[in-house]
């Protein structure tokens, strides 16, 4: 599920109390239109934006096509969910539409201006002399991001990352269900698998709505948390914002969304801060995070013609890529033996595919990411992936999928059918019972220690009671 959709979903669970304090902000209003509402909404919304009366159904469905009543539908149920608009009924009993108070007044602010609800940041005045530069801030979100997901893939394939990143962040993608711990070391998931192979936008909705999950408990005012984040998609790259403004619950995101990289600061104690390109892109449709040579867009999402990896049919692997981060992703489906400056070499093996089965990632997944990040070499092919390694990969979980191992101990050859019967009974009743074969007299058990006691004191009963007899 993407970002946006889980954010969707969170708004949705939220009663019209909620609402009527999130859009007394208008940079809320303005980014719930411009990001949450579908465009056929929109035109809605803007049509009655600034009307002196309710708009009736009669009216609305006058500009709507016959074949497009889906979409109608869907655009107001979408509308009356966030509560951006109430449905009334006038004196002839037809069902009208309007805005809510709260949204209507916030988002007329937002695009007429003035007003002193400082919704929009207050920018420094005057700027800090030393003041960081949009390259500076690209290299520390960049940085900051990366880490995050180098724990991610570096934890399962074996790197030590652990110090990279906070312990606010890690608890976050263990509550987010994104890694998991087994044992000393973290695992990856496979909706984390998921998350890393998705556009950095919505992974970074995707971290803030687990945030706004969180809040509460640490007594944050989830509305608060919400509308800072909306505000900070409407801020400038580049420039110093003072904190006068902020909640205490907003000055407390800070330290957080610091560890994430949306926002810098020179200490915890700075008056000032700086958004950075992963928040000023939150409520729009541009990049997250500026292509470069080294750029985490370029390390993951790469077009069609800019693929990496080339496969052959004796699955053996070469991905043309010195980026830490992609290595760490495909090391966890794949055996990688050599390093070259700038190139790793491996084998997808039964091995490396029932391992990352086992941590959660699907064989689609697998092919998917295979078939995104194919060398344009590969690209000539159609299918762009062997199809015989393909079929293999999906093979390969099937077979995990089918047979499952347990570690246990075999019990056969018993003295009677009455003593057989009375073993598979206590081990139902212990909880350690796994198969059995009346005919042959054999069950399977995960725990002897408890059995073999049992047995003992029996024996002992019967020759106690043949002694007396």
């Not at 370029?298 to 052959?312: A, Q, V």
């Not at 033996?337 to 190139?343: G, I, L, V």
Request: charged fraction near 25%; include cysteine.
């Amino acid at each position: 599920m993407s970002g946006l959709l889980r954010l969707t979903d969170y708004l949705e669970t939220k009663q019209e109390v909620f609402y009527n304090k999130l859009y007394k902000q208008p940079s809320t209003a303005l980014a719930i239109f411009r990001r949450l509402l579908p465009h056929l909404a929109k035109t809605f919304v803007m049509s009655m934006l600034f009307l002196p009366r309710p708009l009736t159904k009669t009216d609305l469905d006058s500009w709507i096509r016959p074949d497009c009543i889906g979409e109608r539908d869907k655009a107001l149920s979408t509308l009356k969910q966030l509560h951006v608009i109430g449905i009334l009924t006038d004196k002839r009993r037809e069902e009208t539409y309007v805005l809510s108070k709260h949204f209507g007044q916030a988002l007329r602010q937002a695009l007429t201006g003035g007003g002193n609800h400082k919704s929009f940041g207050i920018p420094c005045n005057p700027p800090a002399k030393d003041g960081v530069t949009i390259e500076q801030l690209d290299d520390f979100a960049r940085k900051q991001w990366e880490g995050l997901l180098s724990y991610m893939v570096g934890s399962a394939a074996g790197s030590s990352t652990e110090g990279k990143v906070s312990d606010s962040v890690r608890n976050l993608l263990v509550d987010g269900e994104l890694v998991s711990n087994r044992g000393r070391r973290p695992t990856i998931t496979k909706d984390g698998f998921t998350f890393v192979l998705e556009e950095v936008n919505a992974q970074v909705w995707t971290i803030l709505v687990f945030y706004l999950d969180a809040a509460e408990s640490v007594r944050m005012e989830p509305g608060d948390v919400l509308s800072f984040c909306f505000q900070l998609g409407s801020l400038e790259l580049g420039q110093d914002y003072s904190k006068a403004n902020l909640s205490p619950t907003q000055v407390q995101m800070l330290e957080d969304l610091y560890d994430f990289g949306l926002v810098y600061q020179s200490s915890h104690k700075s008056k000032r801060f700086y958004p950075t390109r992963l928040a000023t892109t939150l409520t729009s449709d541009a990049s997250a995070l500026r292509n470069s040579s080294v750029g985490l867009q370029n390390s993951l999402h790469s077009t069609s013609g800019e693929g990496f990896i080339i496969i052959e049919t004796n699955y053996r692997l070469y991905a043309f890529t010195s980026s830490d981060l992609q290595i760490a992703i495909l090391s966890l489906f794949a055996r990688l033996n050599t390093r070259f400056p700038n190139m790793v070499s491996g084998k997808i093996t039964r091995q490396s595919i029932r391992e990352a089965v086992a941590m959660g990632i699907t064989a689609d997944q697998i092919i998917s990411f295979l078939n995104t990040h194919a060398h344009a070499q590969m690209r000539k092919n159609n299918p762009v992936l062997p199809p015989s390694v393909v079929d293999q990969i999906r093979l390969w979980q099937i077979e995990g999928e089918r047979m499952s191992a347990k570690n246990g101990f075999l019990f056969k050859d018993f003295a009677s059918k009455a003593e057989y019967d009375r073993v598979i009974r206590y081990a139902n009743d212990i909880g350690v019972f796994v198969w059995k074969n009346d005919q042959r007299r054999m069950c399977f058990v995960t725990d002897v220690s408890q059995i073999a006691a049992m047995m003992k004191s029996s024996g002992k009963a019967e020759k106690a009671d043949k002694s007396a007899a």
